[in-house]
């Protein structure tokens, strides 16, 4: 599979994967590109009529250059927010990631560029073997690493850029995502980030005053050429 786009994980669960790969799907399609989200596999849904729905998945698909299938979007949705090989052995499944290779080439068709966001962070397991590791290896995409910038996110963030290497995936960048207004010595921290991970980060979103009114993107900054080459020569 050589399809362009980016696996999008993070340094733990709700630290922005999902605010950041909506931000970048917006992004690439101001630059004529046809764009699509993927959920994977979702833990916590809502029931709207006869079927499931996760918030993250409605977001990537409202997000996306094309409307497309809920399930194609979203192969595995499940009720319980736990862990998702929980959430699936609750629901009496199991995550099958040949199943996810193929709903992710049947997307690949209708796209230019896929944002494929993960779940929680890079070691949540999705069946008794595997986790979203594995799925981000074998979906054989370059992997952006999104940084909740909080205390803490410097040993996080190193943690998952180490296990991303001994994985063997290809490091797409990292993207600073301000989860607070006013973070103690945010530029020492980005700088610090910047030096421990290898280069500045490939785009840095704001903090949002009142997040339920949708994101603000006047502030944010991105590495546009950078992330467009990436998604060339990597993807
Ligand atoms: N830049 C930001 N400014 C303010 N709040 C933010 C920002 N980014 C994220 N948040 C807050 O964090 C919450 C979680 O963000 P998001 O859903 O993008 O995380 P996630 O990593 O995708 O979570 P999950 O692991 O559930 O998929 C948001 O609903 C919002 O409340
Ligand atoms: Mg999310």
Known sequence: ??????????????????????SLIRLLRTRGLRVVGMKPVASGAERIGENWQNEDALALMAASSLSLPY??????????????????????????LSYLITAYQR????????????????????????????????????????????????NHACLTQAAMQAKGVRNAGWVANHLESDLACREEVLATLSDKLGEPPLGELEFVD????????RNNVWRVGEILRRLGSLG
């Open 1 to 22: 599979m050589s399809r362009a786009g980016f696996f999008v994980t993070g340094t733990d669960t709700g630290i922005g994967k999902t605010h950041v790969s909506v």
């Open 71 to 96: 399930d194609w979007v979203n192969p595995y949705v499940f009720e319980a927010p736990l862990s998702p090989h929980l959430s699936a052995a609750r629901a009496g499944q199991q995550v099958e």
């Open 107 to 154: 997307l690949a068709a209708f796209a230019d560029c896929l944002i494929v966001e993960g779940a929680g962070g890079w070691r949540v397991p999705l069946n008794p073997a595997e986790d979203i590791a594995d799925l981000a290896l074998r979906l054989e995409l370059p992997v952006i690493l999104v940084v909740g910038m909080r205390l803490g996110c410097i």
């Open 210 to 217: 009142d997040f339920s009114h949708g994101e603000s993107t």
